[in-house]
């Protein structure tokens, strides 16, 4: 299978496949050392790549992540005792503490790269029209994939918000000049969201939406038998990680 093929498979697998590989990785974090974490790290993003998205992917894990990592050295490494301190020139550390804060780092990155990856190759209708089919009721399915469906709506209020305050001179220039801008913008943006939200909820009764406790699809997602037994696979291999922790 050629690139292109295997972007296209990923790209039109069922969000539950996703969602199992997803579920899979999660079991690997308390389990694994740091090598196979970083090997996996290293596989997430070299698939994000291989799957067209690897730009936006490093970004966002890169801009959530470094941050992250730097505070984690700072209190794992430095401030928490954790073991016998050692010296690098002026400043004082625990190598101990260093461990475990890449430790964390990796399983921070990983559950968040394999995240992205989810979230930016799954559209929220086949999330919604997959849990459906699995049979799952309305409430649980709207539960899981509002989030996503509202990702867009949530962008673009704050392009709006970002916008209106441009208009009106207020730029964040410096740290207090950034944080002055993110405060304005939050309370507007918080409100907007909060008024919404009463509507969202009429619509949805007006709709039906919990007339019945499972709804019937026209169109159900058909899936392969293969596809199905890699799924059952991966579900598989995270009850046999979260196993191995209890042993």
Known sequence: MGPDAARR???????????????????????????????????????????????????????????????????????????????????????EGMAHAALVFLRLSLILAAGLVFVMTTRPGDLARALDAAGLPPTVS???????????????????????????????????GRLRHLGAMTTPLVRNLITDAPMRAELLDMRGFRALPRRSLLDPPVESRAEVRLRRGLVGLALVQFGMLLL
């Open 9 to 95: 498979s990923f790209h039109c697998a069922s969000p539950l496949t996703k969602l199992a590989l997803v579920l899979a990785v999660a079991a690997m974090l308390p389990l694994w050392p740091a090598p196979v974490l970083l090997a996996g790290l290293a596989a997430a993003l070299a698939g994000g790549f291989l799957l067209g998205i690897g730009r936006i992917l490093l970004a966002r894990v890169g801009a959530l992540m470094v941050p992250t990592g730097i505070a984690l050295a700072i209190v794992q490494g430095m401030l928490v005792p954790r073991g016998a301190p050692a010296r690098l020139g002026a400043l004082a550390y625990y190598p």
């Open 142 to 176: 709207y539960l899981l994939t509002a989030p996503l469906s509202m990702i867009e709506a949530i962008a673009e209020e704050i392009r709006q918000v970002r916008d209106s305050l441009h208009l009106r001179g207020l730029r964040g220039r410096g740290i207090r």
